[in-house]
């Protein structure tokens, strides 16, 4: 993946001072589990730089359009993107720790005082992608059987009887269906029923 480098110039380096980067990266793609989304054009992005004392502390947004596809019915889904940039890079190389922070929350300034923001913009950019991506909240997906888009309204194959078929054979108990029980209803079962209930009511009144 390409860089975003950032080099801290020398008036940074006191206290309180900040500045203001900004630029673009062509990330190409975003992996989220099963799913790819491309980024065809480059993410821009800008980030303010702010010396802490103890390190400088990077806040800024990238922009990006992500491309996949519909988990139902695989036609295009485009999803503009607006992730956070978040960083902390301490000054003092020899620092180990940061009150209120985890290990995996802040960074150590490299010696050149080049930081790449680029594994900051992804990992931004990928807390906003959706969990399942889809055209439209209803969307009908595709037939199974046979393959027609159902948000173009139903299909010519009048259903999916070949699934019916393979739902019950994959049942196990998918040959009992059918067979009378009628021998497992107790006529004693609905006296008893009868009854409790003209207690119940005859207590409560
Ligand atoms: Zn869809
Ligand atoms: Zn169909």
Redesign the pocket.
């Known amino acids: 993946m390409a860089a975003a480098l950032i080099k801290l110039p020398a008036e940074l380096f006191a206290l309180a001072e900040g500045s203001r980067f900004e630029g673009r990266l062509d990330v190409g793609e975003l992996r989220l589990g099963p799913d790819s989304y491309r980024l065809d054009e480059p993410v821009t992005w800008e980030a303010d730089v702010t010396n802490t004392g103890e390190a400088f502390l990077v806040a800024g947004v990238a922009h990006a359009t992500a491309r996949t596809e519909c988990a139902r019915c695989l036609s295009t889904v485009e999803e503009s993107l607006t992730g956070s940039i978040e960083g902390y890079f301490l000054i003092d190389p020899e620092q180990r720790t940061v009150d209120g922070m985890e290990g995996d929350e802040f960074d150590v300034l490299p010696a050149n005082h080049q930081i790449d923001l680029a594994p900051l913009i992804t990992a931004g950019l990928l807390m906003e992608l959706p969990g399942v991506p889809l055209c439209s909240e209803d969307c009908a997906g595709l037939?199974p059987?046979?393959g027609?888009d159902l948000n173009e309204g139903p299909?010519?194959?009048g259903?999916?009887p070949a699934l019916d078929d393979f739902a019950q054979a994959a049942h196990p108990f998918a040959a009992l269906r059918g067979l009378s029980l009628a021998g497992d209803a107790q006529p004693g079962d609905t006296a008893v029923d009868e009854g409790s209930g003209g207690n119940g009511g005859g207590g409560a009144s």
């Open positions: 037939c059987s046979c027609a299909c010519a194959c259903g999916d």
